[in-house]
């Protein structure tokens, strides 16, 4: 049973994705009702609200990317598509009544820690008073647009993947793509087909592997919907294959590994007849160093005749296309730009300012790490969800992000059964946490296998959870109160 903190804390949730829908429908059903959730965008969604391109998908199963008190039984495919998932994002918040706690077009500029409360100030210039704040800002949000000369000389529609121009018709047209991570082969795979040419630049290839795509039928749906006990054992079963198969071949399990690396082969080889195009195509380092992408048409896109793979460096773009290092210029009439997004940044550019002045952008640098994923010190009652070093990549996020939030709650419990203002984790246990993660991560492929990715930031290690996905839920619910400093109520009133 949850203990309410003394005075119903005024909680702020920074962001309406996955993860903010998530926070607002979980305190409440722990009893805390005072909350007020800012979301920069007009709607709610996050990352699904925001991408909208051509293609785009979960690589995670449907039932298993799912809340676990809303499962679905309509799913129409085994892997959502990103409509569909964003139809779920609006329904389910509309199911719990989450907008009516929502401020929509209000982003949040600043949060400064004053007299054991936060004060939060919008881009509207409004303040207000919050004795708690959660970041359910996600990882990557803000779009990171390559550093190429003339990029604004470009005479043709341009535009990068998370700012998808809705109005550009591709059909027939030269069509260029920067990038080959996962975003890029999704667009690849759905607009090569109705294109005239499609170029493709490529400075690291990538490891892929099938995507097991396939409609549910109509009678699946409908027993489903009979059986609601189906729809959650799927979702502890792709849970557990994730545990058995890919968790191990990220944090050091060689057979993991090499089963991995035979998949991905394999599908190259199927798939990708040429010689030398395969080669191009072939990475240099181990499979899942990076994220891995899955993907079942990828490479037949990459094999049509009007397709060209591009590995030249590019040297400047141009008002008519992209001139690469060997000179050529590739004439284009739409240029996309798939490049990513700044990985450093969760709750930033929001300037965060906690106790005695700690700015949370120089506390971070270019290296932003967290206690436990979620809590910083120096910055008292502030709480992120899928901050640094959570359990991300191939694997649900939603799944992580509710563990997290029932981490969070049992703080919140513990402020009111022990009548305090705050908690913050000491630098000691921040510093011990860290250093642990710091030491078994160079264990991992992220580290051993040889390659370059976004989860490596500016220390040269990657912000990831290098242990098995599976203790750090198990951590989540074994919360330990000494790794905190905790602030008394000066006057602890009966409610």
């Known amino acids: 049973m949850s203990h309410q903190p003394s005075g119903n804390p005024r909680i702020a949730i920074i962001g309406a994705g996955m993860s903010g829908i998530a926070a607002v429908i979980k305190l409440r059903k722990a009893g805390y009702n005072n909350i007020t959730v800012f979301e920069k965008s007009e709607k709610v ?61 209000t982003s949040v500029e600043a949060l400064d820690y004053i007299d054991e409360q936060w004060r939060l100030v919008t881009q509207h210039g409004d303040e ?26 470009f005479e043709g529609k341009s535009f990068h993947s998370a700012e998808w121009d809705m109005e550009a018709d591709l059909t027939g047209k030269r069509v260029g793509i920067i990038g080959t991570g996962s975003t890029a082969s999704q667009i690849i795979g759905d607009i090569t087909p109705r294109v005239a040419e499609m170029n493709v630049f490529q400075r690291t290839p990538q490891w892929v592997a099938p995507l097991p795509q396939r409609a549910y039928s109509k009678f699946e749906k409908t027993m489903m919907r009979l059986l609601p006990f189906i729809p959650r054992l799927l979702y502890w079963l792709n849970y557990g294959m994730f545990k ?17 690396s035979q998949i991905c082969h394999t599908h190259l080889e199927e798939n990708v007849k040429d010689p030398e195009l395969r080669a191009k195509l072939t990475p240099n380092y181990q499979a899942a160093c990076k994220r891995l992408i899955f993907a079942s048409d990828f490479y037949p896109a990459m094999t049509q005749e009007h397709t060209n793979l591009i590995t030249e460096r590019i040297s400047q773009i141009e008002a008519k296309g ?15 730009l798939a490049t990513g997004f700044d990985s450093s940044a969760f709750i930033l550019p929001t300037k965060v300012t906690g106790e005695n002045g700690s700015d949370l952008a120089e506390f971070w640098g270019r290296a932003p790490r967290a206690h436990r994923g979620v809590a910083l010190p120096n910055f008292p009652n502030f709480w992120m969800l899928e901050g640094p070093t959570s359990p991300i990549g191939n694997l649900s996020l ?24 705050s908690l913050v984790p000491t630098r000691q246990a921040y510093d011990d946490y860290n250093n642990a993660m710091r030491e078994r991560v160079k264990d991992t492929v992220w580290v051993t296998g040889g390659c370059d990715s976004w989860y490596i930031d500016e220390s040269g290690l990657p912000n990831l959870y290098p242990f098995p996905p599976q203790q750090y839920l198990r951590d989540m619910h074994d919360p330990h109160e000494n790794e905190y400093e905790a602030t008394p109520r000066r006057n602890i009133a009966a409610e």
């Open 244 to 260: 058995l198969v890919f968790g191990p071949a990220t944090t050091g399990n060689k057979r993991a590994q090499e089963k991995i």
């Open 128 to 153: 207000e008073i919050f004795d708690i704040v959660i970041s359910a800002t996600g990882i990557l949000h803000h779009p990171s647009k390559p550093d190429i000369a003339g990029l604004d000389s």
């Open 322 to 336: 992209i001139r690469t290092a060997d000179g050529k210029l590739h004439e284009l009439d739409i240029l996309i």
């Open 398 to 421: 939603i799944m992580i992000s509710e563990h997290q939030i029932d981490y969070i709650i049992s703080m919140l419990d513990l402020m009111g059964q022990k009548g305090l203002t």
């Open 45 to 105: 969604g996050g990352t699904w609200r925001a991408n909208r391109y051509p293609g785009l998908s979960c690589d995670v199963p449907s039932h298993w990317y799912s809340f676990t008190f809303a499962p679905n039984p309509d799913w129409s495919h085994k892997y959502s598509y990103g409509p569909e998932i964003q139809a779920y994002m609006e329904k389910t918040a509309a199911d719990f009544d989450v907008l009516s706690v929502c401020r929509f077009n």
